[in-house]
């Protein structure tokens, strides 16, 4: 039921908004991967996760903040039981380990899928990265992560309207980076922030 | 259907397996890159080929509400192929939004239920002025001419410049009105094939390199004869003489160059080498219709003026 549920929801997006993949520095893989990817619109998770190859899907878990996906009981049906999503509070209290729900995916062998700009910005333009993806980076040194450029999320459905308008969206897999001995956590940031923009040079949506 | 349209399907077919066989052959003697690159972009089209022709001959075959509908989903997606491409901002979301879920199903509507007056000024008049003041309301006034202009373009090519082919259905000649439609896509069709034979065969001239860099003035006037001859050879499907259908089929291979040209310099603009990725060696579905674009209008008209009761 669940997987006929799922599979609806893909030939959705696919139909709304093309959900197409573009492997430029990569191939698809099994094995595990922290994909990070800019934030333009509420499609970008499903996005993203209609993009992938069912047998790399399966084992993707994308990263949902709890404050809005886990709101509803609608929401958390889409988000937890669709799209396998790990919901994680955006404002932690103090001594909890926000990545750790994270961390356990990562343990178990299967890949996530985070958008390391936290909330998305209104312009369409990629903002600065958040420090999850370095703790990630410096916890998981041995696994590769991938940069990912959603183009048109933010002309599908802009900040603040309902309306979607069915341009196709295409993610753009960039060439897999980890993270580099004695690199700091702002320059590497800096550095993956760097790696998405430059895969979303040249198209059109600025 | 009238037999002749029996014998035109069987000679597509024949024709589809013959280019079937000869590709295979290719395939075999393809040595070098750049000639295998060659032969499997060929191949690539001619699968495609077969699929496009089982869906417009099912189509036409199934009858003109079908057929309606085929086109409204290629106008559909040939408006999200141009809105891909082209730039838009926040302030146009409202008017993509009536483009695509508004104008075009009202736009096919009229063509369905044959409204003729309502359909020839719909998108031309009625769109035209209430997109851009739907624009307004966003209160964005950079680059609004320019911004207008590019929403009523889209419309105009991808919508109401192709619905013109299946509007041939509403067009009473004496001869059943699919045929018409069968007609013009056959003509602009073969004349887009024989033009990429002739120019891979004999081109040397570039006739555009900065528009259409593969296009030969071989290709052009070998590709372009060559759809003419079929199109006189196919007068039974049509209310014309065989020398009116040479000079109807004339005037749809020039308008079809002109399609051709007119939407590969946008796509030149847009820094695009395709329109989309749909379908397999040919690229987008607007790759595909673009000579349709220019042709289909004008043979709408002439049909119309000098060919209905």
Same mark, same amino acid.
């Given at each position: 039921m669940i997987a006929l549920v799922r599979r609806l929801l893909v030939l959705l997006v696919r139909i709304l908004v093309g959900a197409r993949s573009d492997w430029r520095g990569c191939a698809p893989d099994t094995r595990r991967r922290i994909y990070f990817a800019n934030h333009g619109s509420h499609f970008d998770t499903v996005a993203v996760m209609a993009a992938l190859p069912w047998p790399v899907r399966r084992l993707t878990h994308p990263i949902a903040a709890s404050d809005y996906w886990g709101t509803t009981s609608f929401r958390k =049906?889409?988000?937890?039981?669709?799209?396998?999503?790990?919901?994680?509070?955006?404002?932690?209290?103090?001594?909890?380990?926000?990545?750790?729900?994270?961390?356990?995916?990562?343990?178990?062998?299967?890949?996530?899928?985070?958008?390391?700009?936290? *909330?998305?910005?209104? *312009? #369409?333009?990629?903002? *600065? =990265?958040?420090? #999850?993806?370095f703790h990630l980076a410096r916890r998981f040194p041995d696994v590769d992560l991938i940069p990912i450029y959603l183009d048109n999320l933010s002309r599908i459905l802009p900040k603040g309207s309902w309306l979607i308008v069915p341009i196709t969206c295409t993610a753009r897999f960039g060439t897999p980076m980890r993270l580099m001995p004695g690199e700091e956590k702002a320059a590497f940031l800096d550095r993956a922030r760097e790696a998405v923009v430059a895969l979303g040079n040249g198209s059109a949506s600025q | 259907m009238t037999a002749t349209f029996t014998y035109v399907l069987g000679s597509i077919l024949i024709l589809l397996t013959a280019a079937t066989l000869i590709g295979t052959v290719l395939q075999y003697r393809a040595k070098d890159a750049k000639a295998i690159a060659t032969v499997e972009n060929l191949n690539a089209r001619i699968r495609s080929w077969w699929i496009m022709v089982v869906i417009f001959g099912g189509a036409v075959l199934l009858g003109s509400t079908v057929t309606t509908v085929l086109f409204a989903l290629l106008s559909f997606m040939a408006l999200r192929e141009f809105w891909t491409l082209? $730039? +838009?901002?926040?302030?146009?979301? %409202?008017? %993509?939004? %009536? +483009?695509?879920? !508004?104008? &075009? $199903? !009202?736009? @096919? !509507? %009229?063509?369905?239920?044959?409204? @003729?007056? &309502?359909?020839s000024i719909f998108i031309p008049v009625y769109a035209f002025l209430i997109l851009p003041a739907v624009a307004t309301i966003a209160g964005d006034t950079s680059e609004f001419l320019a911004r207008s202009a590019k929403v009523q373009w889209g419309l105009m090519l991808t919508v109401y410049a192709i619905s013109h082919a299946p509007a041939l259905m509403m067009l009473d000649t004496g001869t059943p009105s699919s045929l018409l439609l069968v007609y013009l896509v056959i003509v602009v069709q073969l004349s887009d094939v024989f033009q990429y034979v002739w120019g891979k065969l004999l081109g040397k001239r570039r006739f555009s390199p900065n528009i259409s860099p593969s296009k030969a003035v071989e290709g052009l006037v070998g590709g372009g004869a060559s759809a003419v001859l079929i199109g006189t050879l196919l007068y039974p499907l049509t209310p014309f003489s065989p020398l009116q259908a040479a000079g109807v089929s004339t005037v749809i291979v020039v308008a079809g160059f002109f399609g051709g040209f007119v939407l590969s310099a946008i796509k030149r603009d847009l820094k695009a080498k395709d329109w989309g990725y749909v379908i397999e060696g040919h690229g987008g579905v607007l790759d595909r219709l673009d000579s349709i674009t220019f042709a289909a209008p004008l043979f709408f008209h002439i049909t119309r003026y000098w060919f209905t009761g």
């Amino acid at each position: 039921m669940i997987a006929l549920v799922r599979r609806l929801l893909v030939l959705l997006v696919r139909i709304l908004v093309g959900a197409r993949s573009d492997w430029r520095g990569c191939a698809p893989d099994t094995r595990r991967r922290i994909y990070f990817a800019n934030h333009g619109s509420h499609f970008d998770t499903v996005a993203v996760m209609a993009a992938l190859p069912w047998p790399v899907r399966r084992l993707t878990h994308p990263i949902a903040a709890s404050d809005y996906w886990g709101t509803t009981s609608f929401r958390k =049906f889409i988000a937890e039981k669709c799209l396998r999503a790990v919901l994680v509070d955006r404002k932690p209290r103090v001594h909890s380990d926000p990545l750790g729900p994270l961390a356990r995916v990562l343990e178990d062998g299967r890949s996530i899928l985070i958008f390391p700009e936290g *909330t998305r910005s209104s *312009t #369409g333009e990629v903002v *600065t =990265f958040r420090s #999850g993806l370095f703790h990630l980076a410096r916890r998981f040194p041995d696994v590769d992560l991938i940069p990912i450029y959603l183009d048109n999320l933010s002309r599908i459905l802009p900040k603040g309207s309902w309306l979607i308008v069915p341009i196709t969206c295409t993610a753009r897999f960039g060439t897999p980076m980890r993270l580099m001995p004695g690199e700091e956590k702002a320059a590497f940031l800096d550095r993956a922030r760097e790696a998405v923009v430059a895969l979303g040079n040249g198209s059109a949506s600025q | 259907m009238t037999a002749t349209f029996t014998y035109v399907l069987g000679s597509i077919l024949i024709l589809l397996t013959a280019a079937t066989l000869i590709g295979t052959v290719l395939q075999y003697r393809a040595k070098d890159a750049k000639a295998i690159a060659t032969v499997e972009n060929l191949n690539a089209r001619i699968r495609s080929w077969w699929i496009m022709v089982v869906i417009f001959g099912g189509a036409v075959l199934l009858g003109s509400t079908v057929t309606t509908v085929l086109f409204a989903l290629l106008s559909f997606m040939a408006l999200r192929e141009f809105w891909t491409l082209t $730039p +838009s901002k926040r302030g146009d979301h %409202l008017a %993509l939004f %009536l +483009s695509f879920f !508004i104008v &075009l $199903p !009202i736009h @096919y !509507i %009229l063509v369905g239920t044959e409204w @003729y007056g &309502l359909f020839s000024i719909f998108i031309p008049v009625y769109a035209f002025l209430i997109l851009p003041a739907v624009a307004t309301i966003a209160g964005d006034t950079s680059e609004f001419l320019a911004r207008s202009a590019k929403v009523q373009w889209g419309l105009m090519l991808t919508v109401y410049a192709i619905s013109h082919a299946p509007a041939l259905m509403m067009l009473d000649t004496g001869t059943p009105s699919s045929l018409l439609l069968v007609y013009l896509v056959i003509v602009v069709q073969l004349s887009d094939v024989f033009q990429y034979v002739w120019g891979k065969l004999l081109g040397k001239r570039r006739f555009s390199p900065n528009i259409s860099p593969s296009k030969a003035v071989e290709g052009l006037v070998g590709g372009g004869a060559s759809a003419v001859l079929i199109g006189t050879l196919l007068y039974p499907l049509t209310p014309f003489s065989p020398l009116q259908a040479a000079g109807v089929s004339t005037v749809i291979v020039v308008a079809g160059f002109f399609g051709g040209f007119v939407l590969s310099a946008i796509k030149r603009d847009l820094k695009a080498k395709d329109w989309g990725y749909v379908i397999e060696g040919h690229g987008g579905v607007l790759d595909r219709l673009d000579s349709i674009t220019f042709a289909a209008p004008l043979f709408f008209h002439i049909t119309r003026y000098w060919f209905t009761g």
